[in-house]
């Protein structure tokens, strides 16, 4: 009995710090002024909160049943790995159809990069 | 209690859920949309863990891995539709 319960504490203490990740990142989501700045947030944010409940479910169904779970491990591997790429293109697609950065911005390091083929 | 805890989960979850809608239907660029409805992505697959725990079962995991796949191919497909206006380019012959 004693061991279920340190069970459901560690379980809940990954599910807390994944959940709080989350809703920071909806946080930075909603406040943040630019479409960049809104990427930066919600990509490593989010990111590291699904990884965080992810891995909570699956030592929940490792302690709990004495199940392993490959499908969630897959999931771990593959949420970390596509999100920077989601995060990497969209910010690409947005540069380049030319939405403009933040008013407080000081510098723009792409723009005599890439001014010679600007649409 | 951990089943209140993880209803407390849902619940934040399904705020974030919330503030991500708000983006997407205020956005003001298309980038920020899409980047919206890939965190609402996010945030399901959470709540598709929680929920799994919740009901104790091994059922839900096939749809962890789903939802995954199809909201990274979607929104890859979303980005280059933006950045080239195509999504399947075409060859070219010669």
Do not use: W
Request: charged share 15%; proline share 2%; net charge neutral.
């Amino acid at each position: 009995m004693s061991e279920n319960i340190y069970s459901e504490i560690i379980v809940a203490i990954f599910l807390l710090i994944g959940t709080i990740f989350s809703f920071l990142s909806a946080i930075g989501l909603i406040r943040l002024p630019d479409v960049y700045t809104r990427a930066h947030a919600v990509s490593k944010s989010a990111s590291l909160g699904v990884l965080c409940t992810l891995f909570g479910a699956f030592l929940f169904f490792l302690i709990a049943d004495g199940y392993f779970s490959i499908r969630l491990i897959l999931g771990i591997f593959f949420v970390f790995l596509t999100s920077p790429v989601v995060a990497h293109l969209l910010n690409r697609a947005a540069y380049r159809s030319n939405v403009e950065l933040a008013k407080e911005s000081v510098q723009d390091d792409l723009k005599e990069f890439l001014g010679g083929n600007e649409k | 209690m951990f089943n209140l805890f993880l209803m407390g989960c849902l619940f934040f979850l399904t705020l974030s859920i919330m503030a991500a809608l708000y983006r997407v239907i205020k956005g003001p660029s298309m980038p920020d949309r899409v980047m919206a409805l890939d965190n609402i992505g996010v945030n399901l697959i959470a709540g598709v863990a929680i929920l799994s725990i919740l009901l104790r079962t091994h059922a839900f995991l096939d749809i962890i891995l789903l939802i995954g796949i199809l909201s990274f191919v979607g929104t890859i497909a979303f980005a280059r539709f933006i950045e080239r206006g195509v999504v399947i380019e075409r060859k070219h012959i010669q």
